[in-house]
């Protein structure tokens, strides 16, 4: 299974960015995929995971209301619009697979494939 992941880039408070999640070798509705970020200098941290069906979606508290997670599974691709950004939000943002698709979990030991990650960089 390989995930790419795509669509980060410099923009300023209040903007909007769309990450793309493109999964090849595994259907992207038989894994429950999720989304993590890594600020500079620190920790990988949880941003957002949604189950195969798309009935179960979890987001970190910071980024509730602004963030969307969806996922469409005819382009076998998982999405995150990231609406009224700020500057912490800024960082490398991966996204990652876990092979038992209801598992839509926080913790980033859980998944088993990862993407390579895309820079987000929030100006103020």
């Known amino acids: 299974v390989q995930l790419q992941a795509s669509g980060g880039g410099l923009v300023q408070a209040g903007g909007s960015l769309r990450l793309s999640c493109a999964v090849s070798?595994?259907?992207?509705?038989?894994?429950?995929m999720g989304w993590f970020r890594q600020p500079p200098g620190k920790e990988r941290e949880f941003v957002a995971a949604?189950?195969?069906?798309?009935?179960?979606?979890y987001y970190e508290d910071s980024v509730k209301g602004r963030f969307t997670i969806s996922r469409d599974n005819a382009k076998n691709t998982v999405y995150l619009q990231m609406n009224s950004l700020k500057p912490e939000d800024t960082a490398i943002y991966y996204c990652?697979?876990?092979?038992?698709?209801?598992?839509?979990?926080?913790?980033?030991?859980?998944?088993?494939?990862w993407g390579q990650g895309t820079e987000v960089t929030v100006s103020s």
């Open positions: 949604i189950a195969w069906s798309g009935g179960r979606i």
């Open positions: 070798g595994r259907t992207v509705s038989s894994v429950a």
């Open positions: 990652a697979a876990n092979r038992i698709p209801y598992r839509a979990v926080t913790a980033p030991t859980e998944y088993d494939y």
